[in-house]
């Protein structure tokens, strides 16, 4: 959540350089604004899901992560935000674009070399890219796991646990209720993306 929140912060400051013509100063200046709701606002979750006791444990992973078994916390506390946190930056991010398009014609009618303005745009561009695409990606497999959680419960609690013989316990695996591990592997692997 903090890394999303940096995301649109990053992009809100993008959009006041280059939209709104704010200096490397003024921008600066707010700085400390911009660790507390970067930092702050996943400590409040944090706190808060902790106290509604939302924690479970991921089958796949092994770890500690909200929403893996209550389909209503998933929502709430990540698949919301991180949309949130998406649509926020993408929309700071489309607006610093517009400005910057703006500027480089003004610049280019004006006779000056908008050189190192286009290399700054495409570096922009492809940074955004390298977020966007995987950011993207882990929402929609939320949303798949979203969509399909009822429904695997459902299948789990129906299907009859088949005993194999010369075992001592009972085969639970349903092939038929179980999400596929692609979609939960590629939700981990653009998840970890973006830090490489």
């Known amino acids: 959540m903090a890394s999303s929140i940096w995301w649109v912060i990053l992009t809100l400051t993008w959009f006041l350089a280059a939209g709104k013509k704010w200096g490397h100063e003024a921008i600066e200046a ?6 507390m709701a970067a930092w702050g606002l996943p400590a409040l979750k ?3 899901i902790l106290t509604m006791r939302k924690v479970a444990g991921d089958e796949l992973t092994g770890l500690c992560y909200v929403g893996s078994m209550d389909a209503e916390a998933l929502t709430a506390f990540v698949l919301a935000p991180l949309a949130c946190y998406l649509a926020a930056g993408t929309c700071f991010l489309l607006s610093g674009f517009v ?3 703006h500027i480089r014609r003004v610049m280019r009618t004006g006779g000056e070399n908008t050189h190192k303005l286009e290399k700054l745009m495409v570096k922009i561009g492809v940074f955004s890219i390298l977020y ?21 419960k459902f299948r789990a609690l129906e299907g009859q646990c088949v005993a194999f013989p010369g075992r001592r316990s009972e085969d639970c695996s349903l092939d038929s209720s179980v999400p596929t591990v ?3 592997m590629v939700k981990i692997f653009m998840s970890l993306v973006v830090g490489i």
């Open 30 to 35: 707010h700085s400390s604004y911009f660790h």
């Open 46 to 48: 944090t706190i808060v």
């Open 99 to 101: 400005a910057l398009f």
């Open 132 to 152: 966007t695409v995987p950011a993207t990606c882990v929402i929609v497999c939320l949303f798949y796991e979203r969509l399909n959680m009822d429904y695997w």
């Open 182 to 184: 692609a979609v939960f």
